[in-house]
């Protein structure tokens, strides 16, 4: 029997949907690394969470109505728990330090169920996964899935001491099999991972996925600019300094106002340059849920039915952004962008 989704919870979606939130127990904290806890949710009534797949992670509602998106790092297999993994970062926006300075084992929270803007692609004749610090957590539960299926991978796993590495008594049995790398720098950029020499060459039918900090991101994203975009595979939980302004208030260079009709509810709005959809929307009373604002996280995905967005997320693809735009960050080439809401 699966846990029952809350619906008095519902939180309502910009694009509609009514996204049911989950009462879960805080199971157990456990410290994985230095300044990084793992915290394990399971369900009040002992009964199976939703299923979910390699790569999905969940929003946790935090005090303070602040919500925070946390990769599942346990086994798509188990459904009994999740289990998120979470690196204490003073320099963050608040988030990671509720989670560790705030929770206490024992206590009701309230998460989403699980989603995905990171899947495992199938079919792939290789894996090949790049983890930079707390990006491991999202991929250890890639890793799990494919051991489970037999499939072939490499896992090149990077950290700037052992100590600030997570899981490295689950990966180290797989380094000693090749199929794990590890490389710590100690903050010296040369002592880490060579990607242009990692990525040179693109195996055919080899899928590349990775996680980390911006920079790191950034620096992957660059190396592996020749391989097909198909075959790239990545999650942020830090905006991208090359596609995302700082902030949506920031504004570029050369942007315009545009409308914005919202079909449903009939209102029209106006959205200056340095003004975010999110933000004209919530000025005429227009409740919308959100948590990155810099489009990274998803929370804000919503469905436009005419017009033509300029996006500026880090997590759609090409076939999502043909129905899909994220509104705290992207906005219009067209003069008017209508909105499912
Ligand atoms: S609030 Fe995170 S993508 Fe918009």
Known sequence: MEAVLTREEAVVRPDGDQRKTLDVTLKSITSLAENINAFEFVSLDGNALPAFSAGSHVDVHLPGATIRQYSL????????????????????RGGSVA????????????????????ALAEPARKHLFIAGGIGITPIMAMLAQVQRRGEVFHLYYCARTPERAAFLDRLTPLVE??????????????????????????GEGTH??????????????????????????????SASGAVA??????????????????????????VQPGESIIEVLRAHDVAVDT????????????????????????VLDDEDREEFVMICCSRSKSPTLVLDL
């Open 73 to 92: 790092c346990n086994s798509p297999n188990e459904r009994h728990r999740y289990v998120v993994a979470v690196l204490r970062d003073p320099a963050g």
């Open 291 to 314: 948590s990155c604002c810099e489009g990274y996280c998803g929370t804000c995905m919503t469905r436009y039915l005419a017009g033509e967005p300029l996006h500026r997320d880090t």
């Open 99 to 118: 989670m560790h300075d705030t929770l206490r084992a024992g206590q009701k929270i309230v998460i989403s169920p699980p989603r995905n803007h990171f």
């Open 177 to 202: 099999k090749g199929l794990v790398s590890l490389h710590f720098d100690e903050g010296d950029p040369k002592k880490g991972l060579d990607l242009a020499s990692t990525l040179a060459k693109q």
């Open 208 to 237: 590349l996925y990775y996680c980390g900090p911006g920079p790191f991101m950034d620096a992957i994203e660059a190396a592996s600019a020749h391989w097909l975009a198909s075959t790239r595979h990545c999650e942020r939980f």
């Open 245 to 270: 302004p700082s902030s949506p208030v920031d504004g570029r260079a050369g942007d315009t106002p545009f409308d914005v009709e919202l079909r449903r509810s009939g209102k029209r709005c106006t």
